[in-house]
């Protein structure tokens, strides 16, 4: 096994390992370190059954199934994400953290490349450490305590599922899913601090007004994805991509009309953000 880097600030490519194979606890190990110091990791060339998948992803978390999508047929816990050549929009098409609207978001996202466009359809993923390590003193004391509101109905989010939950929707009340989150949230394993506020899901700021948020919400957003805290994700049929959702935004790149791109996707179970 062996890894190069995508760009400065996060990412790493792994090569030379056959993940459809069940691994050693001291490969895994090396793994769940490059995962940890990249953020984002990409394991290249994989060909993988749903099955397969799943199996390696129980050896980093606990899978648990998306809450608004009913998963593939006989394995609930993988989400087809979907775009079909006669779309326009695609899947989570905006930058985000994945579900920070749940009490409890994801430890990590997990995505398996069945097909891609011939070109486009890239991600681009913003670190969140250095995002709040690049604020000022004065910024960083400002946002000491502060907690923010998401939500899952939020309507630019909500506008790039509609496709999916007509076809394939779980049912689920989108107004009983809200998730209260620390702004600057403690990393549970690194013991970093990142900054844990989206544009996807955020509401309000708790305590303050939508009126009164917007102004510092607007401001964060453009700062948690500056281009020197970004790396760009050029996908490869057979990837399998695992990226660390309590410290890194993505944006899935909607660049490819009249191509079909599909790809199959695990969340890991997280913890209450502190």
Known sequence: MRSEKISPALGAIIYDIDISQPLSNAEMAEIRALWLEHIVIVIRDQTLTPQQQLDFATRIGSPQPYPLLNGLDGFDMITPVLKREDETVNFGGLWHSDTTYQPQPPMATMLHARELPPIGGDT???????????????????????????????????????????????????????????????????????????????????????????????????????????????????????????????????????????????????????
């Open 124 to 274: 681009l993923f913003s670190n969140q450490y250095r995002a709040y390590e690049t604020l000022s003193e004065g910024m960083k004391e400002a946002l000491r305590g502060l907690k923010v509101v998401c939500i899952s109905g939020k309507g630019k989010a909500a506008a790039t599922r509609v496709n999916r939950i007509a076809e394939n929707g779980a049912n689920v009340d989108e107004a009983q899913l809200v998730g209260i989150h620390p702004v600057v949230r403690t990393h549970p394993e690194t013991g970093r601090k990142a900054l844990f506020v989206n544009e996807g899901h955020a509401s309000h700021f708790e305590g303050w007004t939508s009126d009164e948020s917007a102004g510092l919400l607007s401001y964060l957003y453009q700062h948690i994805i500056r281009e020197e805290f970004q790396c760009r994700l050029v996908w490869k049929t057979g990837d399998v991509a695992l990226w660390d959702n309590r410290c890194v935004l993505h944006y899935p790149v909607n660049d490819y009309h009249g191509y079909r791109r599909l790809l199959h996707r695990i969340t890991l179970a997280g913890d209450v953000p502190r």
